[in-house]
């Protein structure tokens, strides 16, 4: 089955600073993969998405970026702000949003003022 | 802004006793999961439950685990016979369906003694 590995598992930034993470998965059939963002006590969130069909994906602050020969694909935040702080989970699926999700293992960012 | 809802948000249990696990999912969507994180893990697919029936499950539903949509609007997982390792965050999900997101909620902390 799918094998999704996220690194860093902790990332410490100064605010103002960008953060990048990294996820590399093993099935190359996977063709979906979503980034969430986890705050304490809350439910994971999606804030960006990117399907296999383009290599970049952009929404303010955050963009993802797919490397589809390579099976990886990172999520990049610039001008980091004390709220980016939470953990941050990338997955990996085969088809949509509804298919199986594959998680990574988190990367908790600490943004420090 | 819809969201899903589950409670408890934390339920403590006996070893052996039954629990049920409760999700009221998004209004109009179709497909429902549930997927748990054991603390220090990696979040892990459970099932995945279409048009009255699962339809994936991974290894780690077995017999023990069962889920229901009694009513038009709540979504259950029943673990039977809990154990130890059944300690874990579970998190319920929705999907509307096409290409769209699937949200999370905010997740039942199970602690089993």
């Known amino acids: 089955g799918e094998n999704v590995e996220q690194h860093p598992s902790t990332l410490s930034v100064q605010e103002g600073d960008s953060a990048v993470i990294k996820c590399t998965y093993s099935d190359s059939a996977s063709n979906y993969f979503p980034w969430y963002k986890q705050e304490l006590g809350k439910g994971p969130q999606l804030i960006i998405d990117?399907?296999?069909?383009?290599g970049e994906k952009k929404d303010q602050r955050i963009a993802v970026t797919l490397n589809k020969t390579a099976k990886h694909f990172s999520l990049h935040i610039t001008e980091t702000q004390p709220e980016d702080s939470a953990v941050y989970f990338c997955?990996?699926?085969?088809?949509?949003?509804?298919?199986?999700?594959?998680f990574g293992g988190g990367t908790r960012l600490m943004v420090k003022p | 802004e819809p969201e899903v809802t589950q409670t408890p948000s934390h339920q403590v249990t006996q070893m052996g006793q039954e629990v049920i696990l409760r999700c009221v999912p998004i209004s109009n969507h179709l497909y429902f999961y549930w997927y748990r994180q054991i603390l220090g893990q990696k979040v892990e697919f459970l099932v995945s439950?279409?048009?009255?029936?699962?339809?994936?499950k991974s290894e780690i539903f077995d017999d023990q685990f069962s889920v229901e949509r009694p009513d038009g609007s709540n979504f259950t997982l029943k673990i039977r016979s809990t154990k130890l390792e059944d300690s874990a965050m579970y998190f319920c999900?929705?999907?509307?369906?096409?290409?769209?997101?699937?949200?999370f909620g905010q997740g039942t902390r199970l602690t089993v003694v």
């Open positions: 999900a929705s999907w509307r369906g096409g290409n769209t997101e699937a949200f």
């Open positions: 990117i399907r296999s069909n383009v």
């Open positions: 439950f279409y048009n009255n029936e699962i339809s994936e």
């Open positions: 997955a990996a699926s085969k088809g949509n949003a509804g298919n199986m999700l594959t």
